[in-house]
C-alpha cells in the first residue's frame, strides 16, 4: 500500500509545504465549504480547502495552527450515524481558536480539493502570473 493510499484509508490530511499558521472560512453554502491559509491573512492566502457538498461542519471561523489528525472511532461514528453513513471526506483537527484548549474540528463533504496559490485580499491590476483576486474584491470606485 502506497503512502497517498495509506493516508487516505486513515484519514490524515497532508498539507503541501508552507506556512499555514493563520486559517479562517472564506465561503461556505451547500456546495462548498472553503478554508483559507497562510502566515498571515491580512493581505493575502496561499492555500485553500475546498470541501464539495459539506454534509457537517464543526469548525471556528478563524483559527490558528491546526494539526491535522484521523478521526477518531467515536468522530466517524458520530458522523456516520448522523448522515446515515460514513462519508467520502471526513477531515478532523484541533486548532487554536483563542480559548484555553484546542478546538477539536470535523468536517464531512463529498470531495477535497487543496488548491495551493497566492490569492489577494486586497485590489491590485497588475497581478503576476499565478495570482488570483479574493472573490469579494472589487475594483476602487471610479475604476
Do not use: K
Not at 57 to 68: I, L, M, N
Not at 119 to 139: E, F, K, M, S, T
Amino acid at each position: 500500500m502506497g503512502e497517498g493510499e495509506r493516508e487516505r484509508r486513515e484519514g490524515v490530511l497532508r498539507l503541501p509545504e508552507g506556512s499555514w499558521w493563520d486559517w479562517d472560512v472564506i465561503a461556505w453554502d451547500s456546495g462548498q465549504f472553503r478554508l483559507a491559509a497562510g502566515w498571515d491573512l491580512t493581505y493575502h492566502h496561499g492555500l485553500e480547502l475546498v470541501f464539495g457538498d459539506p454534509a457537517f461542519v464543526s469548525c471556528p471561523a478563524g483559527f490558528h495552527d491546526p494539526v491535522f489528525r484521523a478521526p477518531t472511532d467515536e468522530e466517524r461514528a458520530g458522523v456516520a450515524r448522523r448522515l446515515g453513513e460514513e462519508p467520502p471526506v471526513l477531515v478532523a483537527f484541533d486548532a487554536d481558536a483563542g480559548g484555553r484548549d484546542l478546538f477539536p474540528c470535523l468536517v464531512a463533504a463529498e470531495r477535497l480539493e487543496i488548491v495551493h496559490g497566492t490569492v489577494l485580499r486586497y485590489w491590485r491590476d497588475d497581478l503576476a502570473p499565478g495570482q488570483r483576486l479574493a472573490p469579494w474584491v472589487r475594483p476602487p470606485s471610479g475604476r
